[in-house]
């Protein structure tokens, strides 16, 4: 994607983040941490760069989720978390990261409350996962897992007395579902993506 096009993009999608109010969750025994939300320039558009954590994980083995991990006593901000993370799992050197907001946290059933963190990288991006928690990395264009065809509505899930509607996203021969799944929703409803709101 031409330069100029890769800057309208992160200008838009920065507007849209400052615009909004995002949800912030606070549950009383629930665990905080933070995952980065990589968005990377590729020729034909940008992608979202998804992780398959490893299968010997203790948590969350095996699923397709964003680079993340808990908040620890030096990270001042979700942003620090947030960059150390994808630091440790992918390699991302965190100058190569332009923060451009949060989006809304998501409660999970599994006793986190996470919040995302929304990064633009614009140039080459050689992620070199950690085999101990990285299995693979998966880049799919926003273009696709956009479209409306490739998501399937998973009923609802009650979460510390709240109940969420649940879905995935079938594409590139994977499916991204729970928290994950919530956290691109809520990314397509930000830019403002075509039918993004029925969705959940």
């Given at each position: 994607?031409?330069?100029?096009?890769d800057?309208?993009?992160?200008?838009r999608?920065?507007?849209?983040l400052?615009?909004?109010?995002?949800?912030?969750?606070?549950?009383?025994?629930?665990?905080?941490?933070?995952?980065?939300?990589?968005?990377?320039?590729?020729?034909?558009?940008?992608?979202?760069?998804?992780t398959?954590?490893?299968?010997?994980?203790?948590?969350?083995a095996?699923?397709?989720?964003?680079?993340?991990?808990?908040?620890?006593?030096?990270?001042?901000?979700?942003?620090?978390?947030?960059?150390?993370?994808?630091r440790?799992?992918?390699?991302?050197?965190?100058?190569?990261?332009?923060?451009?907001?949060?989006?809304?946290?998501?409660?999970?059933?599994?006793?986190?409350?996470?919040?995302?963190?929304?990064?633009?990288?614009?140039?080459?991006?050689?992620?070199r996962?950690?085999?101990?928690?990285?299995?693979?990395?998966?880049?799919v264009?926003?273009?696709?897992?956009?479209?409306?065809?490739?998501?399937?509505?998973?009923?609802?899930?009650?979460?510390?007395?709240?109940?969420?509607?649940?879905?995935?996203?079938?594409?590139?021969?994977?499916?991204?579902?729970?928290?994950?799944?919530?956290?691109?929703?809520?990314?397509?409803?930000?830019?403002?993506?075509?039918?993004?709101?029925?969705?959940?």
């Amino acid at each position: 994607m031409p330069f100029h096009r890769d800057e309208l993009f992160v200008q838009r999608l920065r507007r849209a983040l400052r615009r909004r109010r995002a949800r912030r969750i606070a549950i009383p025994g629930f665990v905080r941490a933070v995952t980065l939300v990589p968005i990377v320039s590729r020729p034909g558009g940008p992608v979202l760069v998804f992780t398959e954590r490893s299968a010997s994980l203790p948590s969350h083995a095996g699923q397709i989720s964003f680079p993340g991990g808990r908040r620890e006593r030096q990270d001042r901000t979700p942003r620090d978390t947030a960059l150390r993370e994808a630091r440790e799992e992918l390699a991302i050197a965190p100058e190569s990261v332009d923060v451009l907001g949060r989006l809304d946290d998501v409660a999970t059933y599994t006793g986190f409350v996470i919040t995302p963190v929304v990064g633009w990288l614009s140039g080459p991006a050689p992620f070199r996962p950690d085999r101990r928690e990285v299995r693979s990395v998966l880049e799919v264009p926003l273009s696709r897992i956009g479209d409306p065809a490739r998501f399937a509505s998973r009923g609802s899930r009650t979460v510390a007395g709240r109940r969420y509607a649940m879905g995935e996203f079938r594409v590139a021969g994977v499916t991204v579902w729970g928290a994950t799944a919530r956290m691109v929703h809520c990314l397509l409803k930000t830019l403002g993506w075509p039918k993004a709101a029925s969705l959940f």
